[in-house]
């Protein structure tokens, strides 16, 4: 026979005790809690037997203020004192006026922006300038020498490559290390290899004639 609700066995008080207090049964309050998950996302977290402590030893910290930032662009060492959220793209056309690379979409999406890292084809506005320190970059100002066009330039005058100018140093830089890849390519290859840039004006088969011009040419 079951018993009365009234005759149940009365529950323990601890929990109810717990709550008035605040603390959990650990000994942390909700608001110690608080205070610990929010720190989480900036440094990493070292457990400890009853406790949680901040490893501040092996966190490196740079920033938000500026920091000494030495870039080799072009075959030049370029030196600036930039925040660590600053972008390669930023950097290179606000500190050392070097604008070719052009801010369009500025969310890694149609290679406007391209320049090449150690000789790969990047979105600059998706790279850190402070993570770029110790690489070769080059941009589309560093392909030409001595006044003379590269192959890569002339081809696209050649072929009336360009209109309104603004996807035409991203393309010219792809295309470089495209080439550099597959420096005989099939039409097919051409459109994959560049399907990360984007052309509003619609020049592609200027460009792709560009592509295969130098090709050609074998350079």
Same mark, same amino acid.
């Given at each position: 026979?079951?018993?009365?609700?009234?005759?149940?066995?009365?529950?323990?008080?601890?929990?109810?005790?717990?709550?008035?207090?605040?603390?959990?049964?650990?000994?942390?309050?909700?608001?110690?809690? $608080? &205070?610990? =998950?929010?720190?989480?996302?900036?440094?990493? @977290?070292? %457990?400890?037997?009853?406790?949680?402590? *901040?490893?501040?030893?092996?966190?490196?910290?740079?920033?938000?203020?500026?920091?000494?930032?030495?870039?080799?662009?072009?075959?030049?060492? $370029? &030196?600036? =004192?930039?925040?660590?959220?600053?972008?390669? @793209?930023? %950097?290179?056309?606000?500190?050392?006026? *070097?604008?070719?690379?052009?801010?369009?979409?500025?969310?890694?999406?149609?290679?406007?922006?391209?320049?090449?890292?150690?000789?790969?084809?990047?979105?600059?506005?998706?790279?850190?300038?402070?993570?770029?320190?110790?690489?070769?970059?080059?941009?589309?100002?560093?392909?030409?020498?001595?006044?003379?066009?590269?192959?890569?330039?002339?081809?696209?005058?050649?072929?009336?490559?360009?209109?309104?100018?603004?996807?035409?140093?991203?393309?010219?830089?792809?295309?470089?290390?495209?080439?550099?890849?597959?420096?005989?390519?099939?039409?097919?290859?051409?459109?994959?290899?560049?399907?990360?840039?984007?052309?509003?004006?619609?020049?592609?088969?200027?460009?792709?004639?560009?592509?295969?011009?130098?090709?050609?040419?074998?350079?």
């Amino acid at each position: 026979m079951e018993a009365p609700v009234d005759d149940l066995p009365k529950k323990s008080d601890k929990k109810s005790k717990s709550r008035k207090s605040g603390k959990s049964g650990s000994g942390w309050s909700r608001r110690d809690f $608080l &205070k610990i =998950s929010g720190v989480t996302a900036a440094a990493p @977290l070292v %457990a400890h037997a009853g406790m949680l402590a *901040l490893d501040t030893d092996s966190a490196q910290i740079q920033g938000p203020g500026k920091v000494p930032v030495t870039l080799s662009v072009n075959g030049k060492n $370029l &030196k600036a =004192s930039l925040e660590p959220r600053v972008t390669l @793209l930023d %950097a290179l056309r606000d500190q050392f006026e *070097l604008t070719g690379a052009k801010r369009v979409c500025d969310h890694g999406t149609c290679g406007a922006c391209t320049v090449l890292l150690d000789g790969k084809a990047v979105y600059s506005c998706s790279v850190l300038a402070i993570d770029a320190q110790g690489r070769q970059i080059t941009t589309v100002e560093g392909l030409s020498q001595d006044g003379k066009l590269h192959p890569v330039q002339q081809a696209f005058v050649d072929n009336d490559a360009q209109q309104c100018g603004f996807c035409t140093p991203g393309f010219v830089v792809a295309t470089k290390a495209f080439l550099d890849r597959h420096p005989n390519p099939t039409p097919e290859q051409i459109k994959h290899g560049l399907g990360g840039n984007f052309c509003r004006c619609g020049t592609y088969a200027g460009i792709r004639a560009a592509v295969m011009q130098v090709a050609k040419k074998g350079t």
